[in-house]
């Protein structure tokens, strides 16, 4: 690094490893072999949009009505409650950026969960606290609450990314009122139309300080047009419009997601929800066929999680074969442990045939 960035880069910044994001991992279009991603828990779906270029010379709207409305009216809450960002993930950043005041305040995260809100608070050298899940993934609700006044905003993620697991109703009750008057309790629901009945979007008016996050990038299959929503009380709706760019949404962005929000869209969507679900099931079944695997968490979302102690060697195998899935041994209680996301029948059934085959060969070999 050159001397000259090296003495005005921000101290918290020369510390940070940016997100291992599946894309950055592996990145897409490089070489010529097609690959199969079964590694960002993406839909495997792709439907067809209708673009109208007359207004690409004109700045979009901040909060584009049509999105707002379709996403209001689709969650049962009002537009007040609503606020559409580039992803769940500005979602994450602008709760931190409105509420935590870099190098004083802090955020509680409880790990292993999905890594941006980390990140993000990293970014904005805002202090991590965190009060990891128990060894059945449920939340460690003693702990957390020994965290009050000591943090502003307390991420919880349901279903949870990457263990599956969603959080029983009384222990997010429970955390929410012990924070009443000192945080902000953020339930991520990234993945709730694969759960759909465990949303908390119905309980805004009961509780000032729920925030959801919420996200077109995993059911309605659009992790390519960056949109994602935050509900919430209009006070903390407010507060972030402050501090969100003057023109978050693109155009065609507002397009996609008003097309996507359509009662035509919602079936759609509703329809490659059931299809993936019972792909899950068909996946865990198979999975579970083999004794060196062990299912790990639970199948709230898109995505299985497993163990196996050969983990190195299977992903290698199948990244051999260009199949991507990914890697979760890092996280706090996820020793071995690989995620697969569901895909296709065609895509689930060529995974599983090669995992067959490695363990195949592992048993020959032994
Ligand atoms: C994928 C994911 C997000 C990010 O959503 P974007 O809208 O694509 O930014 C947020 N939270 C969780 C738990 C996720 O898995």
Redesign the pocket.
Known sequence: MSSLVNKLLCENVKNLKPYESARRLFAAGSGETQQTWLNA?ESPFTNPYNMDDGRFNRYPDCQPSGVINAYAAYSGVTAQNTLVSR????G?ELLIRAFCTPGEDAVLICPPT?G?YAISAETCDVKVEKAPLKADFSLDVENICTFKDKVKLVFI?SPN?PTGTSVPPDQLQAVIEHFSDSALVVV?E??IEFNWQCTWANKLNQYPNLVI?R????AFAL?GI???FTLAAPEVIQALLKVIAPYPIPEPVAQVARQALESKGISKMLQQVGDLNKQRNTLKEQLASISSVELVGDDKANFILFRCAQKNELMQYLVDNHILIRDQSKQVNLQNCLRITVGTADQNQQLMDLIFSFFKQQESAQ
């Open positions: 828990n992803g769940a993930d500005e994450i999905y941006m993620c990314n991520d990234a993945y996050l996200t077109l990038s995993k992790a960056r949109c994602g």
